[in-house]
Structure formats: C-alpha cells, structure tokens
C-alpha cells in the first residue's frame, strides 16, 4: 500500500505542472507575437532604410549656391521698409535726387525704392541706415561737399 504522504506529493506535482503549463502556455504565444511583430517591424526598416537609399542615388545632391550680392555686401545687417526711408527723406527735407546723391543712387532709383518697386543694393543699403541718424545740418553739409566735389 503507498505511502500517503507519496500519493499526495505526486498529487501536487500533477496539478502544479498542469498549472505552469497553461501559464507557460501564454506567455510563449506572446513572445511568438512579439517576435513576429519584431521581424515585421525590422523588414519595414530595411525597406525604408532601402528606399531612402534608391531616393538619395536618384536625385544628386546640388551644390550650394552663392551668396546673393546683398548679402556679400552686408545688407543682412539692416532692415528697410520703404515708408521709412521716404519718411527720412521728407524729415531731412530732401528730393529725391539729392537724396540719391548722398547714398549713390539716382532719383529714379530713390523713387522705386519708396514705392516699393525695388529694393536698395548692399552698399545702397548701408548708405540708407547711415543717414538714419544724421540731423539736416550735416546732409547739407554732406551735400556742399558732394556737389563741389562733382563740380570740380
């Protein structure tokens, strides 16, 4: 006759590995699902990492271009509006050709600019941002000198 306490020790082996294979059981579909869900996530990576490739071949990568004359010539450092230099020009009480005189431009050119039809050069641009701060006495001043100076 066996033993009870055998019996029974056998008895909760059965049961506790009945247990563990159910419990086992999911967690291998789960990591069969994530191992599935991690190769399909590696191929799209690879096909990805592929077409980026096949796109880069395709279209060559271009030079970069120049700077722009004005930004060589440092119009990057100042700002224009057109309103404001016609408002500048009107303080100082100037034409439009005198103006032109002072920053190196003509009258027609000062006039588009004001309108907003063009837009000043570098060197034109500084000119502008230099007369920002000048009082009437220095342009007229600035204006005897250039005028005798084409004179002359």
């Keep these: 006759m066996p033993n009870i306490a055998s019996v029974l020790k056998a008895e909760i082996v ?5 247990e563990l294979r159910s419990e086992v059981e999911s967690i291998r579909k789960a990591l069969v ?9 590696k191929r799209r990576v690879s096909d ?3 077409s ?3 796109s880069a071949r395709a279209t060559p990568a ?4 120049p700077p722009a004359v004005e930004e060589m010539d440092g ?4 700002r224009f509006r057109a309103s404001g230099m016609a408002s500048n020009r009107k303080r100082l009480g100037l034409s439009a050709a005198d103006f032109g005189l002072l920053v190196g431009a003509s009258g027609q050119s000062v006039y ?3 309108q907003g039809k063009a837009r000043p050069r570098g060197k034109n641009l500084a000119a502008i941002a230099a007369l920002r701060g000048v009082g009437k006495r220095e342009v007229v001043e600035r204006l ?4 005798s100076g084409r004179q002359s």
């Design 33 to 41: 699902a994530a191992r599935a869900e991690s190769a399909a996530l």
């Design 48 to 50: 990805l990492e592929r």
């Design 52 to 54: 980026v490739r096949q």
């Design 75 to 78: 119009a990057d450092r100042f």
């Design 14 to 18: 059965r049961l506790a590995r009945k």
């Design 62 to 65: 271009r030079p970069p271009s």
């Design 144 to 147: 005897g000198a250039l005028k």
């Design 112 to 114: 588009a600019w004001e």
